[in-house]
């Protein structure tokens, strides 16, 4: 990701520019010293894959935190030298044992109070689910409201599940109910729903399942059912009994991270005051802006905000 990539997560919101500004300020201020004893910035824990070369998990979500000036700490959950697809990478999945002593570590040096949100995306094990839900329950443990952002990484429709099953149904069975936040592509939402997925009904209603097994708010990423207009993506909103839909044209370029890129996008922005539907507006045009820089859009044309779906899904609310 490029400079002027992540100028673009955040261009054009003056008021959020200035929060930017400031929270930089602190951080040149506080971090000098105990941390946990001088500094009032809350950070955001992101417990995903790292890679020392490209963009990708936490390697990209850094980014998109530090264009907002947000305090990141980035808990890696495999360590490889760059994205496994199709190529040869080095490198391993990180002891759940490690993660269970960071999050010790973070307690016994008061840090878990700084914790402003937490979020997760590709676990290497099973066994990191448990110890994400730790450190919320430490974080939440003095009645704060610290939410979570769940990205459920399992596969997508070209490839199918990718994950090993025992990861698949920690994500479903443990870190989705706790989650205040999912956002699941078409192919995940499909899976941990076991609901179709064809049609715009069968994707409200698919999401109002998986809403209904805990998070107030559901994002479906990558989606293209009969519905969809030809070249281009629908991402669907669902926050409450309310739902929109963003519509993209298309673009022809690897996407190896976009996901990473628009979670990280929308609970930045969520974070900062914006109402769901302005976020996942702003976060879907910073990344389809990125993959035009570096891709084809198979039909350019204006990007749509996000608007009220024509067709609901049962129960869902589309008036104005």
């Known amino acids: 990701m490029s400079l002027a990539d992540r100028r673009m997560i955040c261009r054009n919101e003056g008021p959020i520019r200035n929060r930017v500004l400031r929270q930089v ?63 040869t990478f080095a490198g391993e999945v990180v002891s759940p044992r490690l993660l269970v002593e960071c999050v010790a570590a973070f307690q016994e040096n008061g840090l878990v109070e700084h914790v402003g949100r937490i979020q997760s995306g590709y676990l290497g094990a099973a066994a990191h689910a448990p110890v994400i839900l730790s450190l919320l329950s430490a974080a939440r443990n003095a009645g704060r409201v610290v939410p979570y952002a769940c990205d459920p990484v399992l596969g997508d429709q070209a490839a199918g599940l ?70 281009h993506l629908d991402t669907f909103l669902l926050d409450g009994a309310n739902g929109w839909v963003v519509t993209t044209p298309y673009v022809d370029s690897p996407a190896h991270g976009a996901g990473d890129v628009l979670t990280a996008a929308f609970v930045a922005r969520h974070a900062a005051g914006e109402p769901t539907p302005t976020a996942l507006s702003h976060a879907v045009s910073s990344v389809h802006r990125i993959l035009q820089s570096v891709g084809r859009s198979t039909r350019p044309g204006p990007l749509r905000r996000a608007r009220r779906p024509p067709v609901a899904g049962a129960g869902v609310s589309c008036g104005a």
Request: charged fraction near 10%; hydrophobic fraction near 45%; glycine fraction near 6%.
């Open 25 to 87: 300020n602190q951080t040149r201020t506080n971090c000098n010293g105990d941390f946990a004893k001088e500094s009032n910035i809350m950070a955001t824990v992101s417990f995903q894959s790292h890679v020392a070369a490209g963009a990708v998990g936490n390697t990209a979500a850094s980014m998109v935190n530090a264009a907002f000036g947000c305090a990141f700490w980035a808990v890696p959950t495999v360590f490889y030298s760059n994205h496994p697809a199709g190529r």
């Open 162 to 231: 990718y994950v090993p099953t025992d990861i698949a149904a920690a994500v479903r069975d443990e870190l989705v109910p706790a989650a205040d936040i999912v956002t699941p592509n078409l192919f995940e939402l499909g899976y941990l729903t076991g609901a179709p997925v064809e049609t715009t009904v069968d994707v409200w209603a698919a999401m109002q399942v998986l809403q209904a097994a805990g998070p107030g708010i559901v994002v479906a990423t990558s989606v293209q059912t009969s519905d969809t207009p030809p070249d």
